[in-house]
């Protein structure tokens, strides 16, 4: 096994698919392009640059104003497209996609893909590892879905992406394109792998208990307390300086966590907008009657935790690694601002010249040992590949 990559920041959009290809090069064991791309191109014009290259599917989501290659951060003021292709004669991959507009459930969104993909591998057995990207609205019930075809199998992934949090992203199979779907990839592996899926934060003694949430997503009391009103207290600040969208950019370095049943995993929750009531607007699911906790990062915290993240990922792994698909939170990224040139100086640090890609997600997904598949906001989910 082993990965190629490429990218291109040339403005039409079918010319950066084919730049994109041509510099990671045509290989006759490719199996599977991830792709991932600025939310400006016409996307199928960049499909239909990299199918002049490949013939095997080609997956991925709209990322954040970017993404990171060994060449260094892609992107900015530039729409950009990054690939890697997966390569390996051995390897069975199979590939699924839904449109959530067909369906009436979520749920069943995301087991029809995940059918499709696991049809397609013509296998009689779970697959190693599952890959995801999804709209980021129902994640979890995409995966509540998938797990009805394939039970509980590793994942990683993350959810698309726009530059303006406007909605203006996108996530595809080949030509098959939309804002709110879900596609996943079912890995059939001779060689391992390992997921390391954190938001290193810390914790701090402000906790509280979920007691009204409407929906899966708006929290609207902690303690009895409508919960933006909580939150300041916490912050010492007034409810006032983070109503709107002010609540995004100010929970960045102190959003909110909810530990797995065994604490091995504190998943974040990244409130998204204060509503005129005092409740939050937030980008996961949440449980009434479980704690929430207030964390916090520095920005330089941010960055070092790349890093960090990466030595623990590569202390699981008992072989070399053959190449990395890196899943950074597009909040975290926004966060460190123009210092992103930092973040790639921590992956080179730790991958070296091994292959890699990073995209920025508006939701992660991963798992620790022994727990459940999750998604959180602001999270790392960074997996490496071995022979």
């Not at 087991?111 to 599952?130: F, G, I, Q, V």
């Not at 973040?343 to 508006?362: A, C, L, Q, R």
Request: with cysteine.
């Amino acid at each position: 096994m082993k990965a190629l990559t490429g990218y291109s920041t040339n403005q039409n959009g079918y010319l950066a698919g084919l730049e994109a290809g041509r510099m990671a090069g045509k290989n006759s064991s490719a199996k599977l392009v991830f792709a991932y791309m600025s939310c400006d191109y016409k996307i199928k014009d960049v499909i239909r640059g990299l199918k002049e290259i490949y013939d095997c599917p080609i997956i991925g989501n709209t990322s954040f104003t970017g993404v990171i290659m060994p060449e260094g951060y892609i992107g900015g003021d530039k729409p950009f497209v990054g690939i890697m292709v997966v390569c390996d004669a051995n390897l069975v991959v199979g590939v699924g996609y839904a449109d959530r507009r067909a369906f009436a459930d979520a749920k069943d969104a995301g087991e029809s893909a995940t059918k499709h993909a696991y049809l397609m591998t013509k296998m009689d057995r779970a697959p190693d590892l599952m890959y995801m990207t999804a709209s980021p609205t129902e994640e979890e019930f995409f995966l509540k879905g998938a797990n009805r075809v394939i039970g509980r199998v590793p994942l990683f992934g993350g959810s698309t992406a726009d530059n303006t949090i406007s909605g203006n992203w996108s996530l595809y199979l080949d030509g098959k394109i939309t804002g709110e779907g879900v596609a996943v990839a079912l890995f059939y592996l001779k060689g391992g792998f390992a997921n390391e899926f954190t938001g290193a934060y810390r914790e701090t003694g402000d906790v509280g208990i979920i007691t009204k949430v409407e929906g899966a997503r708006r929290l609207v009391t902690i303690d009895g307390v409508p919960a933006v009103k909580k939150y300041a207290k916490w912050r010492g600040l007034k409810p006032s300086e983070i109503m709107g969208n002010n609540l995004l950019s100010a929970t960045i370095t102190s959003p909110l966590g909810v530990k797995d049943r065994l604490g091995d995993l504190v998943a974040i929750r990244h409130p998204m907008f204060a509503n005129d009531d005092y409740s939050m607007n937030i980008g996961a699911n949440l449980a009434t009657g479980t704690a929430v906790i207030r964390m916090e990062a520095t920005v330089d915290e941010l960055i070092s935790s790349v890093g960090e993240t990466l030595k623990k990922l590569n202390s699981k792994l008992k072989k070399p690694p053959i190449f990395y698909h890196l899943v950074h939170c597009g909040g975290r990224r926004a966060g460190i601002g123009d210092r992103i040139g930092e973040v790639y100086k921590e992956i080179k640090k730790n991958v070296g010249d091994v292959p890699f890609i990073m995209e920025f997600t508006f939701g992660e997904y991963g798992y620790v040992d022994d727990g459940r598949n999750t998604t959180g906001g602001l999270m790392l989910s960074f997996t490496a590949f071995t022979k």
